[in-house]
T-cell receptor
Framework: DAGVIQSPRHEVTEMGQEVTLRCKPI?????LFWYRQTMMRGLELLIY????????DSGMPEDRFSAKMPNASFSTLKIQPSEPRDSAVYFC????????????FGQGTRLTVV | GDSVTQMEGPVTLSEEAFLTINCTYT??????LFWYVQYPGEGLQLLLK?????DKGSNKGFEATYRKETTSFHLEKGSVQVSDSAVYFC???????????????FGKGTKLSVKP
């Protein structure tokens, strides 16, 4: 298995633009997590899905952020409109049966909003 | 609320030196404790864990002991290698409502650089 696949690896965009980050979880995993990593706040859970259904989105910072999981093999995290303070590394992780501590992480997407 | 505090980095060591990265936590109840490692350009990987007081987690020569009396879970390795250069995260998790798993709470990470 190729592991959790995120794209793009790097994204540079201008303030106000829409940004979409993508994630393909490990086949057979039914839970997916989106994290954001910044120098100031460290690693924070934004949202997680179980069987394609959002279970807890309390970590999503603002209405500008939205996440979807239309099927078991694909998820997106969208920021619209983007702001410079959204610059961070965004990680996607997947696990079996919602066990965060057994999740496998992707390589992350480094987002820079200028 | 619950939190994890790690020593600030970066930590720079020579190969074969002894490593300690301090981690303390604040939590009600009885959390499980974890160390994750993030190698350059990669996502986090679980390194070791301990689920109750006095448990010792170990993996790849790294160890950490769950100390309830000092609310600590310090990471140690007797002889580091260049390949250990990475960012290390301490984390905790508690049981959520109705026996479900709560959310992982991470420290801010400590960057370790090992020089040959």
């Amino acid at each position: 298995d190729a592991g959790v696949i995120q794209s793009p690896r790097h994204e540079v965009t201008e303030m106000g633009q829409e940004v979409t980050l993508r994630c393909k979880p490990i086949s057979g995993h039914n839970s997916l997590f989106w994290y954001r990593q910044t120098m100031m706040r460290g690693l924070e859970l934004l949202i997680y899905f179980n069987n394609n259904v959002p279970i807890d989105d309390s970590g999503m910072p603002e209405d500008r952020f939205s996440a979807k999981m239309p099927n078991a093999s694909f998820s997106t995290l969208k920021i619209q409109p983007s702001e410079p303070r959204d610059s961070a590394v965004y990680f996607c992780a997947s696990s079996y049966s919602g066990i965060q501590t057994e999740a496998f992480f992707g390589q992350g997407t480094r987002l820079t909003v200028v | 609320g619950d939190s994890v505090t790690q020593m600030e980095g970066p930590v720079t060591l020579s190969e074969e030196a002894f490593l300690t990265i301090n981690c303390t936590y604040t939590a009600t109840g009885y959390p499980s404790l974890f160390w994750y490692v993030q190698y350059p350009g990669e996502g986090l990987q679980l390194l070791l864990k301990a689920t109750k007081a006095d448990d010792k987690g170990s993996n790849k020569g790294f160890e950490a002991t769950y100390r309830k009396e000092t609310t600590s879970f310090h990471l140690e390795k007797g002889s580091v290698q260049v390949s250990d250069s990475a960012v290390y995260f301490c984390a905790l998790i508690k049981e959520g409502a109705e026996g479900s798993q709560g959310n992982l709470i991470f420290g801010k990470g400590t960057k370790l650089s090992v020089k040959p």
